[in-house]
């Protein structure tokens, strides 16, 4: 099923498999953050592990994908919103929360950055 940001410019897909099974997946693409404007930016969509498969270092493989991929081309921060029963695992590793929680058709999330080297402040 396609994903919602599947269709941006630059969009990478990142998997972490057990052989032929797929533990946790998301995607990543250049896209400005909104409380950064002007920096150079990548966004992380869709982040899901399997439940029964959580705690096995797949979903910490991504993110650490995801960062080289971004620091790679020179952004200055990696964002996301993320649901809010996932903020500790982002907080875990050095994600910072931005403003409150917010409702989406998912449910409550929150806004999360990784900031990959020093910015402007807004």
Same mark, same amino acid.
């Given at each position: 099923?396609?994903?919602?940001?599947?269709?941006? *410019?630059?969009?990478?897909?990142?998997?972490?498999?057990?052989?032929?099974?797929?533990?946790? @997946?998301?995607?990543?693409?250049?896209?400005?953050?909104?409380?950064?404007?002007?920096?150079?930016?990548?966004?992380?969509?869709?982040?899901? *592990?399997?439940?029964?498969?959580?705690?096995?270092?797949?979903? *910490?493989?991504?993110?650490?994908? %995801?960062?080289?991929? %971004?620091?790679?081309?020179?952004?200055?921060?990696?964002?996301?919103?993320?649901?809010?029963? @996932?903020?500790?695992?982002?907080?875990?590793?050095?994600? *910072?929360?931005?403003?409150?929680?917010?409702?989406?058709?998912?449910?409550?999330?929150?806004?999360?950055?990784?900031?990959?080297?020093?910015?402007?402040?807004?």
């Amino acid at each position: 099923s396609e994903l919602p940001g599947e269709d941006q *410019t630059g969009v990478v897909h990142l998997g972490a498999f057990d052989g032929q099974a797929l533990l946790s @997946a998301c995607l990543i693409f250049p896209e400005q953050c909104p409380w950064l404007p002007g920096e150079r930016a990548w966004r992380l969509r869709s982040m899901a *592990t399997d439940p029964q498969r959580r705690g096995n270092g797949a979903g *910490t493989a991504l993110l650490d994908e %995801a960062q080289r991929i %971004a620091t790679a081309d020179s952004a200055s921060v990696l964002w996301c919103h993320a649901r809010e029963v @996932a903020v500790g695992f982002y907080l875990r590793h050095g994600w *910072t929360p931005v403003g409150e929680l917010f409702d989406n058709d998912l449910g409550p999330h929150r806004r999360m950055q990784l900031l990959l080297r020093p910015v402007l402040a807004p």
